[in-house]
């Protein structure tokens, strides 16, 4: 593991940080985007997105950490979906991060992924999409750099289409609409509404509503913002049921909350075919709505 450091001169002043990490510090874009999974991107001892604009004498601080000899494999039984020589599919659990970071080292998918591979020599992860660790469901991961770039190329395309079922805290109005509302970040980790941040746009469709008050939304992703769909349903007085971030935690649902990936279409990156893939939404979320 390595540290970079750069304090942020007036010349640079309102910069964006993904410049300041290209031009000033020389990190490539898989690099950046390795830390941004990895939670490694710092300013002023805040751990940020590359989103944010910088002010002369901000301190920037990377992590920059080697894939290798330090990770280690996490056997445990994975549902893989899809597998051939490019693409990797997994039906993931939760509460299981998605990749290392900081606070988690070795229980994570990236380690379990490692070990169903066979924890081959030089692996590296790629993660096409991510999941919150609170969130279960389809998760592509790419074999190899060449698929990682095709298909991170047709992310918030036609060609690729994500879809989440959630149990939501209340239910909305209408049956079907839009959420078109712009997102910021309110702090390292947490998101907000910002009529000054990045459009966000997320479509769903009440499919069922529970004598219990709680619903059953299938939600659909125009744009790929960080907890995009968490921030929507809270803006809208409805947050994913057990959300401890966005609304309020369920002793139930341990480490988790009621959002599922469930449904995945996308291009093969070298075959060109359509694959598309379904996962149930699991019995403890099932369970919500009696």
Known sequence: ??????????ENEGKKLSVILRSCMKLSNRQISHL???????????????????????????????????????????????????????????????????????????NAVYAYLG????????????????????????????????????????????????????AMESDEGVIDLPIGMQNGVKRCIDPTGKPSVTRYRVLERAENGRALVHLRLETGRTHQIRVHMSAMGHPVAGDFMYGWEIESLPGRFALHAAFLRFVHPVTGETLTFESPLPRELKNLLK
């Not at 993931?92 to 229980?107: C, M, N, T």
């Not at 790629?126 to 698929?147: C, Y």
């Open 119 to 170: 924890c081959p020599e030089g692996f590296v992860y790629r993660p096409v999409s991510r999941l919150d660790k609170g969130t279960s469901g389809l998760m592509p991961i790419a074999l190899n750099a060449f698929a990682h770039d095709r298909m991170q190329r047709a992310l918030h395309t036609e060609s690729y289409v994500r879809a989440y079922l959630a149990v939501t805290e209340g």
């Open 1 to 10: 593991m390595r540290e970079l450091h750069y304090e942020v001169p007036a």
């Open 36 to 110: 941004k999974f990895s939670e490694g991107i710092w300013l002023n001892d805040q751990c940020v997105h590359t989103g944010v604009f910088v002010h002369a004498g901000d301190r920037v601080r990377v992590t920059l950490r080697d894939a290798g000899p330090e990770l280690v494999p996490y056997d445990i039984p994975l549902r893989i979906v899809y597998r051939d020589e490019d693409v990797l599919v997994v039906d993931k659990p939760a509460p299981l991060p998605s990749i290392r970071s900081v606070h988690q080292d070795e229980k994570t998918l990236e």
